[in-house]
C-alpha cells in the first residue's frame, strides 16, 4: 500500500489534542485504499471517535485540534476544511449513536442528506428509492417519526441518510454500538453491500473486533492513543494476541498490548 | 342579556386580535429558539431597532413608504449578518448559556446604536390604519373593533402560513429543522449551520419589523417596545418555545384572558390586572404541561 494514488485516505503521525491539553491520539498513522473496508479496532476511550472526527474535521466543534501530522483525502490535505465542505468533497461521516433527527420523518431523515447536493425534485426521488433497495425496512417505515423507530432502524436512517450524499467514503462510528446480533449482521451486510456495488470506501470504528474483522479487508488495532498492531484483516483474526486480548480467548490476566508487549521485552532481556 | 353577550363577544374578538399582536412578538423569538435552542433577548431590542429605522427613514429621509419597510427590513438582514459572524459564530462551540448571555448584550448595542441613529424622542407611525372601530362591523355586529386589531390578525396569519410553508416544504425549512433537531448531526451532513442561522436571523429580524409596526402605531414608536418583549414570554411558556402555531395560539390565549379577566374580574382587584394575569397563567402551565401546548415533546424512547 505504497501508492499514494491508491489510498483515498492517508493520516500520517497525526496527534490530537482537546482544549490544548488532553492528549487523545499520538502518531496515528493509517491508510485506506480507494473501495476498501478497514476497521479500527479498541476498547472505549482509545482514540476511535477521535481519529474518526479528525478526518471529518468535526474534532473543531468539540474544542479537538489535530497538532502534528498530516491527513490526506483523496491526495489533498483537509486541514483548512470544514464539516460540510468535507461532504462536499464525497466524505460523510456516521455519527456514533445514531444521532437521527427525531421529529422529522423517517423519509425527511435521509432526504436531508442530500442537503449538499443541488438535486430537483425528481432526482431526489430516484436517489430515495435507490437507497431504499438497499434499507427495505426503511421504506415501510417511511412515514414514521425517527424518534419512535428502533435502536437498528436508527442506525440504516443515519447510514442511509450519509448515503445520500453520495459520498465517496464513509466513516461509521460504531454502528452496532447497543444492537442485538441479528441486527449486527443485517447493518454489516448493508454496509458491505454498499461497499461492493456503491464502490464506497469505508473506514470503520468499532468494539466489536470479531464482526468487524469479517467484513473488513484491513485493520487497526489502536490503544490509549497509539496504534498497537496492523494487518490484514485475516492476519489480525489468525493472530493469537488479538485472540486472547480482543476476541475473548484468553489464557491468564493480561490486559492490554501494553502488557504483552513489556511481557515479551521482559522475557527477552531474560534470555 | 343580549347587550350582555354582546359586550362578551366584544371583549374577547378583541381580546383575541390584541393577542395577534403578542403573537408576532413571540414569533420572532420561535424562530431563533428553534434553530439555535436560546432564547434570544434582544428580541424586543430587534423589534425597537428595526421600527425606529423603519419611522427614520420615512421621516427623516422623506423615503416612501415601501421603499423605507423594504430598506428597514435589508437592515434586519444585515443585523442578522452581523450577528452571525461576530457573536454565534465565535460562540459556535460555547454552551447555550453563554449564547443566552451573549444576547442580552445583543440587545444592550442594537438599543444603544438605535438611540444613537435616531434620537430618543416617541415617533408617531402612521401606517394609514386608524386603532379605532370599524364602522361597517359596528354598525352590522354592534360590535366594536379597532382596524388595527383587524389588520394585526391578518398578518399575522399570512406570516404564520408563509413561515410554515417555508419549513415544511423548501428544502432550507428541512434544514433548519434538522439544525433544530441536531446540529452536530446536521453539519456531519453537510448542512451549513452558518447559513441556517443567517436565515433564522434575518427572519427573526423581519419579523421583529412587523411586530414593531403593529404596536408602534398603537404605542408610538418608543423605547417601551424593548420591554413589549416580556409579553411574549407567557405566551411562548404556554404557547411552546419551539412551535409556530403554538406562538399565535399563545398570543391569542393570553390575549382574550387578559381581556375577559380585566373586564369580569378586574374590578375586584382594583383593576389593571392585565399586567399580570397572563403571568399568573404561564405558572400554571410551567407546573402541569411545562413544553407548552404546541412545544415539542421530548421523545425519549424506553
Known amino acids: 500500500m505504497s501508492d499514494n494514488l491508491s489510498n483515498i485516505l492517508d493520516i500520517k503521525d497525526i496527534e490530537v489534542v482537546y482544549d490544548n491539553v488532553i492528549l487523545a491520539l499520538h502518531n496515528v498513522s493509517l491508510k485506506v485504499p480507494k473501495g476498501k473496508v478497514v476497521a479500527l479496532l479498541g476498547a472505549n476511550g482509545a482514540g476511535k471517535s477521535t481519529t474518526l472526527k479528525a478526518v471529518s474535521t468535526m474534532l473543531a466543534s468539540e474544542r479537538g485540534k489535530v497538532t502534528k501530522g498530516s491527513i490526506n483525502y483523496n491526495g489533498t490535505p483537509i486541514e483548512k476544511q470544514n464539516p460540510s465542505q468535507m461532504v462536499g468533497l464525497g466524505m460523510v461521516q456516521v455519527l456514533e449513536g445514531r444521532r437521527c433527527f427525531g421529529h422529522l420523518t423517517v423519509e425527511e431523515n435521509i432526504i436531508s442528506g442530500a442537503y449538499s447536493r443541488k438535486l430537483s425534485k425528481g432526482d431526489i426521488n430516484q436517489e430515495l428509492e435507490k437507497i431504499y433497495s438497499y434499507f427495505l425496512r426503511l421504506k415501510e417505515r417511511r412515514k414514521s417519526q425517527a424518534a419512535f423507530t428502533s435502536g437498528g432502524e436508527q442506525q440504516m436512517i443515519a447510514v442511509a441518510r450519509a448515503m445520500m450524499a453520495k459520498p465517496k467514503m464513509l466513516l461509521l462510528d460504531e454502528p452496532t454500538m447497543g444492537l442485538a446480533p441479528q441486527l449486527v449482521a443485517e447493518i454489516f451486510n448493508i454496509v458491505k453491500e454498499l461497499n461492493q456495488k456503491e464502490g464506497v470506501s469505508i473506514l470503520l470504528a468499532e468494539q466489536n473486533t470479531n464482526i468487524a474483522l469479517k467484513n473488513s479487508d484491513y485493520g487497526y488495532i489502536i490503544e490509549t492513543g497509539k496504534v498497537m498492531l496492523e494487518g490484514t484483516a485475516e492476519s489480525l483474526l489468525n493472530n493469537d494476541k488479538v485472540k486472547e486480548l480482543y476476541l475473548g480467548i484468553s489464557k491468564k490476566g493480561r490486559k492490554n498490548f501494553r502488557d504483552v508487549l513489556k511481557e515479551e521485552s521482559l522475557n527477552k532481556r531474560s534470555n | ?302
Open chain 2, 1 to 302: 342579556m343580549i347587550d350582555e353577550l354582546l359586550f362578551f363577544m366584544e371583549v374577547l374578538v378583541g381580546g383575541l386580535l390584541a393577542g395577534t399582536m403578542y403573537s408576532l412578538v413571540a414569533l420572532g423569538f420561535v424562530l431563533i429558539f428553534k434553530a439555535s435552542a436560546t432564547f434570544n433577548f434582544s428580541q424586543g431590542a430587534m423589534v425597537f431597532f428595526s421600527v425606529l429605522a423603519f419611522c427614520g427613514f420615512m421621516q427623516d429621509f422623506n423615503i416612501p413608504f415601501v421603499l423605507a419597510f423594504i430598506l428597514a427590513a435589508l437592515l434586519m438582514v444585515v443585523v442578522g449578518l452581523c450577528t452571525e459572524r461576530l457573536v454565534l459564530r465565535p460562540l459556535m462551540n460555547a454552551s447555550e448559556d453563554t449564547v443566552l448571555m451573549a444576547t442580552i448584550g445583543l440587545g444592550y448595542v442594537l438599543e444603544g446604536l438605535a438611540q444613537a441613529a435616531w434620537g430618543v424622542e416617541v415617533r408617531r407611525l402612521d401606517l394609514g390604519i386608524g386603532d379605532f372601530p370599524v364602522p361597517w362591523i359596528a354598525d352590522n355586529l354592534k360590535l366594536f373593533i379597532s382596524a388595527l386589531d383587524i389588520t394585526a390578525g391578518l398578518v399575522a396569519a399570512i406570516m404564520i402560513i408563509g413561515l410554515f410553508l417555508l419549513f415544511k416544504y423548501t428544502k432550507i425549512g428541512l434544514g433548519l429543522r434538522a439544525v433544530a433537531d441536531d446540529a452536530g448531526a446536521a453539519s456531519s451532513i453537510g448542512i451549513p449551520l452558518k447559513h441556517i442561522m443567517l436565515l433564522v436571523w434575518s427572519a427573526a429580524g423581519v419579523v421583529a419589523l412587523v411586530a414593531g409596526c403593529m404596536w408602534g402605531a398603537r404605542a408610538g414608536v418608543q423605547f417601551a417596545l424593548v420591554d413589549l418583549a416580556l409579553k411574549a414570554l407567557p405566551v411562548l411558556i404556554i404557547g411552546g418555545f419551539s412551535s409556530i402555531p403554538g406562538a399565535i395560539i399563545g398570543g391569542l390565549i393570553i390575549g382574550a384572558t387578559e381581556k375577559i379577566l380585566e373586564v369580569y374580574i378586574g374590578p375586584y382587584f382594583g383593576g389593571a390586572i392585565e399586567g399580570w394575569a397572563p403571568y399568573v397563567l404561564a405558572i400554571f402551565f410551567l407546573l402541569y404541561r411545562p413544553e407548552g401546548l404546541f412545544g415539542e415533546k421530548i421523545i425519549r424512547r424506553v
